[in-house]
């Protein structure tokens, strides 16, 4: 039995997001454990862990954020192929290697099978890379990672048996990531699977820049020297160093936030065209603006002509 699980903070974004996505993939036996959140996400997924622990003949926890939208009936035998190895402790939708920090995407991601969907300039969508199959990328691979994305995770029951989020780091970030290292140095394996998923959210990569920087820190602090390559860089690791790193991060993701968001202006700017373009009054005027570019070129040339003749 597969149990489904997920932090609500908004009613409406769990039930217009994770509900129905949950709905579609879950099984008939499936218990759906949907609980308000207990304060961070650490102890919120704590809570949740706590539960699921009890349930008798767990073949898998599927946690997921209130906005995510899980789009395939068949979510569970992929699920279940992936934990077919006994070794297995995670399974995400997207995953990196060569992660040394929480900024995970600053490795090298291997596989992304969401588009993210997003709400301002319009609205619309951008497709993460393993999205289309016929768009992949040569290096796009499922199989093991060093971290997942937090916002689909298909867990083992040793996992959920074993395991929990460390709530002294922080309220929010840093918490899939850290959880991945604690089942990597138990010797399980994080993996990424073909899951084809909707993350609805907004452009808005990191909405409060002071606490990802201060969990950026307590997890580098935690893993220095215990997990090979998290945490490695020049110079020693005394305070200053940890938060000149944290800081240049954060300051790198709101970057990438706002290359999202202007991406997602043009697609705007685009449909606002096309919309013009289908219109009548530009049906009917196209005779008109063609008229007047060739009396421009006409002038032109004109002009060229005259000036030859000097």
């Known amino acids: 039995m597969i149990a489904f699980a997920c932090s609500i903070t908004s009613p409406e974004i769990y039930d217009r997001c994770a509900g129905p996505g949950i709905a579609r993939a879950a099984e008939s036996d499936s218990p759906i454990l949907a609980f308000q959140t207990a304060g961070s996400i650490f102890r919120s997924y704590n809570v949740i862990l706590d539960e699921a622990a009890k349930l008798e003949g767990l073949e898998a926890l599927v946690v997921v954020h209130q906005d995510a939208e899980l789009l395939?009936?068949?979510?569970?035998?992929?699920?279940?192929?992936?934990?077919?190895?006994?070794?297995?402790?995670?399974?995400?939708?997207?995953?990196?290697?060569?992660?040394?920090?929480?900024?995970?995407?600053?490795?090298?991601?291997?596989?992304?099978?969401?588009?993210?969907?997003?709400?301002?300039?319009?609205?619309?969508?951008?497709?993460?890379?393993?999205?289309?199959?016929?768009?992949?990328?040569a290096y796009a691979r499922t199989g093991e990672v060093d971290t997942v994305d937090g916002f689909v995770l298909g867990l083992s029951p040793w996992t959920v048996q074993n395991i929990r989020f460390d709530e002294s780091l922080g309220q929010l970030h840093g918490y899939d990531f850290d959880f991945c290292l604690q089942v990597r140095a138990a010797g399980r394996k994080v993996v990424t699977a073909d899951f084809k998923v909707v993350h609805h959210?907004?452009?808005?990569?990191?909405?409060?820049?002071?606490?990802?920087?201060?969990?950026?820190?307590?997890?580098?602090?935690?893993?220095?020297?215990?997990?090979?390559?998290?945490?490695?860089?020049?110079?020693d690791w005394k305070h200053r160093a940890r938060r000149a790193?944290?800081?240049?991060?954060?300051?790198?993701?709101?970057?990438?936030a706002a290359m999202l968001q202007a991406e997602a202006r043009t697609k705007q700017l685009e449909r606002d065209l096309r919309e013009l373009e289908e219109s009548i009054s530009w049906r009917l005027t196209k005779p008109l603006r063609e008229l007047n570019l060739r009396r421009r070129e006409w002038q032109t040339e004109r002009a060229e002509r005259r000036s030859r003749s000097r």
């Open 245 to 256: 790193e944290a800081e240049a991060a954060v300051a790198r993701t709101q970057a990438v």
């Open 201 to 235: 959210h907004s452009l808005e990569l990191v909405s409060d820049p002071e606490t990802w920087v201060e969990a950026h820190m307590r997890v580098a602090e935690k893993w220095d020297g215990k997990m090979s390559g998290v945490g490695a860089g020049p110079g």
């Open 72 to 137: 395939e009936s068949d979510f569970c035998a992929k699920l279940r192929a992936a934990l077919r190895e006994p070794d297995v402790g995670v399974v995400g939708c997207v995953g990196a290697v060569g992660v040394r920090s929480i900024a995970w995407w600053e490795g090298s991601v291997t596989w992304a099978s969401f588009t993210h969907r997003y709400g301002e300039a319009g609205g619309g969508e951008l497709p993460a890379l393993s999205w289309k199959a016929d768009e992949m990328p």
